[in-house]
């Protein structure tokens, strides 16, 4: 033992004689202090964790969140920038249903029609965000070429998100819905999409997505009728003014057998695709609009002679469609439309 080269730095002295070798080695004092210096080394190492777990936890990200913005009332109606008008037959108006953040099919899009920025009026109806990849590519584009845009129901969602983040007041409607979804405020763990995107959004996002308007004046379209967008669909059986904006935002059926009241989900027994209950009722208020819509994918492209159903599944694999609105080649005073697709 007394040969042997020491290991163990802890001399133990087992007996009179074998401590011997060790007694020079380290003293009971410098014992002491090794065990201090390891309080100390111990409490600086807790204390740069706590510092570290502070700076990525609490510092970094509240240094990182954008400044939050109060929201203004979401408007019901609004008009068209610039409407079509028959002494500017150069001009187009291009509508483009639910992109959901695939900014670069929407921009193959743009392309396929030769979208110019300066000539042509393009409205974006609803849900131009959330889902896809890229819904932060979407704002910059919309914003920095002054799109036209209405509300969708993700839209909408993003926006109580934001206000909840926030601690906001939650966004109203100049026309207070009859069902309303307040959002619940919970502050536990939120893994939302909306909410994740809520958070990041600055205060220019933010006010974009506030400016848009539930329904959307279009003016002259091809038929002869003045154009209306909305996200998802309008009820027959009430004028523009009287519109309850969740129904706006959301429906997708009317319930018979009056129709007087609608539905996000198609199966329920009795239910009727709006567009359907729409169409019979044409001549009755609020039928002297054709209306360009979206929202509903799993009905896809609908064209019928007074609604025009854009949301064509590009989030589920299948196409983006525009529908292009302009002056007839021979009739300059006769406005035509047609589809333009690419594949998501
Ligand atoms: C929007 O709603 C408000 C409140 O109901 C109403 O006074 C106003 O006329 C509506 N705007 C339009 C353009 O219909
Ligand atoms: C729908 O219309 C019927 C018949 O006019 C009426 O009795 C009913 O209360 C209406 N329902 C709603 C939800 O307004
Ligand atoms: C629809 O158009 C007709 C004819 O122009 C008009 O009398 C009626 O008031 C309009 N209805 C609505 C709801 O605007």
């Known amino acids: 033992m007394s040969e042997s080269t020491p290991l163990n730095k802890r001399p133990v002295k087992y007996s009179e004689d074998e401590s011997q070798p060790y007694d020079d080695y380290i003293t009971d004092d410098e014992f002491t202090i090794s065990t201090n210096t390891k309080i100390v080394i111990g409490t600086i190492v807790a204390f740069l964790t706590l510092v570290t777990l502070y700076i990525f936890t609490i510092f970094l990200p509240s240094y990182f969140i954008p400044e939050g913005i109060t929201l203004t009332t979401i408007q019901n109606i609004s008009e068209l920038k610039s409407p079509l008008l028959p002494s500017n037959p150069h001009s187009r108006m291009i509508l483009i249903g639910d992109i959901h953040g695939h900014y670069i099919e929407f921009r193959n899009l743009l392309s396929k029609v030769k979208y110019n920025s300066k000539k042509d009026t393009l409205v974006v109806l609803g849900d131009f965000i959330t889902k896809g990849p890229d819904s932060f590519k979407m704002l910059e584009f919309l914003i920095d070429n002054d799109v036209e845009c209405i509300l969708g129901n993700h839209e909408y969602y993003v926006l109580q998100n934001y206000a909840m983040f926030h601690r906001l007041d939650q966004p109203e409607f100049a026309i207070p819905p009859i069902h309303d979804h307040p959002i619940s405020i919970d502050d536990s763990y939120n893994d939302d999409p909306e909410f994740l995107l809520a958070k990041k959004l600055q205060p220019r996002h933010v006010r974009y997505i506030n400016s848009c308007s539930v329904i959307k004046k279009l003016g002259r379209v091809p038929g002869g009728m003045e154009g209306i967008a909305v996200h998802a669909g309008v009820r027959p059986d009430l004028t523009l003014s009287e519109q309850d904006p969740i129904d706006n935002l959301e429906m997708r059926s009317l319930i018979g057998p009056f129709y007087n009241e609608s539905t ?37 492209l609908k064209l019928k002679e007074f609604t025009k159903g854009l949301d064509s599944r590009c989030d589920r694999g299948g196409k983006l469609s525009a529908m292009v609105i302009s002056t007839d080649k021979k009739k300059k005073d006769k406005l035509v439309e047609e589809i333009v697709q690419v594949h998501c």
Do not use: F, L
Request: zero cysteines; hydrophobic letters at 25%.
């Open 264 to 300: 996000s989900d198609p199966t329920i027994p009795g239910a009727k695709s709006w567009s359907k209950v729409y169409n019979w009722k044409n001549g009755e208020a609020p039928a002297n609009y054709t209306v360009y819509y979206g929202h509903d994918a799993g009905r896809g």
